[in-house]
């Protein structure tokens, strides 16, 4: 299949061609010294050739990352070092509260057109924490999800896990209503209370956590938002904000990448990252696809009325067998709308892949997907600068020379750390997780119908452990990895 086919090319493409770094090193920008300008031409000369030549096998030649190599004895751009690095106009570097953001499900994520209430929810700070790079042609309720799993996944985890513990204290008390099903021939007791109380408490805090946080006036990250940071009304400002793109950029600790299917077209998003690629750490960035998040989302709400389905089908106390019979339907529909919807996305995922490897391989400034036409030219004169303080080309280079260098280092930087930030397999495991969570809940409820039982029968206490066991080893392994991952 294609997907399969592309994951088979990253992969092979990876081993081919990703460098070694040190762990405390960030990724350099090669002819950062000046006794290193012969390499670097000749570097790029073979990189011209390579070009024009094009991509001729996608994932078995090495036309966007081998011919370049990164030599840890090179000196990283130091931002004080570069005048496009640094603010000419401190109080340029603004960042808004990322509450502000989420606040009214993202609705500043809406338009692009900015207003001086915008820009007046920013403050002037010293750092950024995270610097968003986004297309504003993606819808704002795509990209305020993707937003909210990044940053709000730790919190629904533990609220979720604090839910389901009291439910089940709750349960043992006998304080929910239960039902008796017959598990290998013994009635156990059972309910449904963690599965509904535990998935909603985890997507309530998805959506909320950062309104929760505002109304606790606990701190929270600084974020950069083009709309918020840069004033939109006064065009001088306005001007002297957009060529300060490398100084926000440097100034912030990590990038959130919000990565729709335009991202790598776009000649600002490719600006942003691969200035971010040049003065910090892969490590520091990370790739948020909208698909994914999408897709968890969806596969999550199908696979909580499969269960809850499955649940409520066994209880033959209260529903006649015309219910049980619908209820059983809808299990069906339901499980068989999970699998298509994650089948789908997973396979439109990997073409999507690899047309972004494409697109990485084609960039070019004069022909990249702009927001405005009319920025184009000031774009690429940023470009241009930024290049020459890079000494990427030298310093009389034209804006030609240094956007053509630029393309290169697109071509070498971009595919690395995409796939370093999604991980081997292109589905980071935390979206994995979101689906996961409802068979969590499940053998929650399986938990607390199991400490009922205990109370009728004591001496059942084997049944008890083992699924007790089962599930919180399961819990453990789910949170851990959505975490670090």
Known sequence: SR??????????TLEQAM????????VMIPGALDDEKPTMRADLDEQRCAKANGPASIGSSSWFLTPLQVSSTRSKIHHSSIKHLTFKDITLRRAIQLPLVMRGLGLILGSSTGSMLDHEKSDEVNKIDVFLSHNWSVPRGSKFLTIACRFNLKYAWVACLLVQLIICGLNVSNTFPSWTRVVSGTARARSQWCLLLGWSSFWMTILFAQDVKALLQLSAPAVFLDKACIDQVDAQRRQDGINAL???????????????????????????????????????LMVEPVALAKTATASSACAFLNILAYQ???????WSAGITRILFVVWGITFTGFMMIAIHVLRKWGEQLMLIITCIAT??????????????????SVIADFARDAKLVSATSTIEEAAEAFEIEVQHRVPVALFSSLGRTGVPFRFVGVIVLLFICFMMDSVSGEMQQLLVDKADMETF????LQTFLCYGCIVTSSTIA
């Open 3 to 12: 997907s399969s086919l592309c994951f088979l090319v990253v992969r092979n």
């Open 19 to 26: 460098v070694p770094l040190d762990a405390d090193s960030s």
């Open 246 to 284: 490398p100084a926000f950029i440097a100034a912030s600790e990590c990038m959130c990448a919000v990565v729709s299917e335009e991202f790598f077209r776009k000649l600002w998003t490719m600006l942003e990252i691969c200035t971010f690629l040049a003065t910090h750490d892969i490590k520091s």
């Open 312 to 318: 409520l089908k066994d209880v033959d106390l209260i």
């Open 363 to 380: 960039f070019n400034t004069s022909t990249a997907l702009c927001f405005s036409e009319d920025d184009r030219y000031l774009v690429r």
């Open 465 to 468: 452990w083992r699924v007790s």
